[in-house]
């Protein structure tokens, strides 16, 4: 059996949150997606999960950090060709993310990011491993 990656996310307003992923082409699974969290179905085995912050604090002991001021986790997102990348990074531009990075291109990879509306940063490669130069 594969195993499934459940990435979870504090978020501040669910609905602004949906609304901005699906801006992107993502879908949720409505079995596990209320008021509280939201089931952001990345792949058949990868997914975020966006929690609101006060149902996110029930899971840790711990202060949840702001991701607009301190980074814990970077996402990183493979993508299928560069222009998928510029894609998704238009797409997330325009339902309101920002861009603090310009694209980086190494020829064998292509990656550039966003950061979300809850300041996450998501980062999407694309790569040809064949192209890649030979480790010494």
Request: proline residues 6%.
């Amino acid at each position: 059996m594969a195993r499934k990656i459940f990435v979870n996310l504090p978020i501040e307003n669910m609905e602004r949150s949906r609304a901005f992923f699906a801006a992107l082409g993502f879908s949720f699974n409505p079995q596990f997606t209320n008021d509280q969290g939201a089931c952001m179905v990345i792949s058949e085995d990868i997914f975020a999960m966006l929690l609101v912050k006060p149902f996110f604090q029930t899971f840790t002991k711990k202060s949840i950090a702001d991701a607009r001021t301190s980074t814990e986790v970077l996402v990183c997102l493979s993508c299928d060709s560069r222009d998928e990348v510029d894609k998704l990074v238009r797409q997330a531009k325009a339902a309101g993310a920002t861009v603090p990075n310009a694209p980086q291109d190494h020829g064998f990879m292509y990656g550039h990011g966003f950061e979300d509306l809850d300041g996450h940063i998501w980062e999407l490669a694309w790569m040809d491993p064949n192209a890649a130069p030979p480790q010494a």
